[in-house]
């Protein structure tokens, strides 16, 4: 259970820091 809620968390945040990273390409 704590390595699956682990894996999520992880999968949001590199989610999360991609769509980051394309709003800052389309600003620059």
């Known amino acids: ?3 699956n ?3 999520y968390h992880t ?3 590199r ?3 991609r ?3 394309d709003g800052l ?3 620059a």
């Open 19 to 21: 769509a980051l990273l």
């Open 1 to 3: 259970m704590v390595r």
């Open 5 to 7: 809620s682990e894996w």
């Open 15 to 17: 989610e999360s820091l």
């Open 11 to 13: 999968s949001t945040c």
């Open 25 to 27: 390409a389309r600003l």
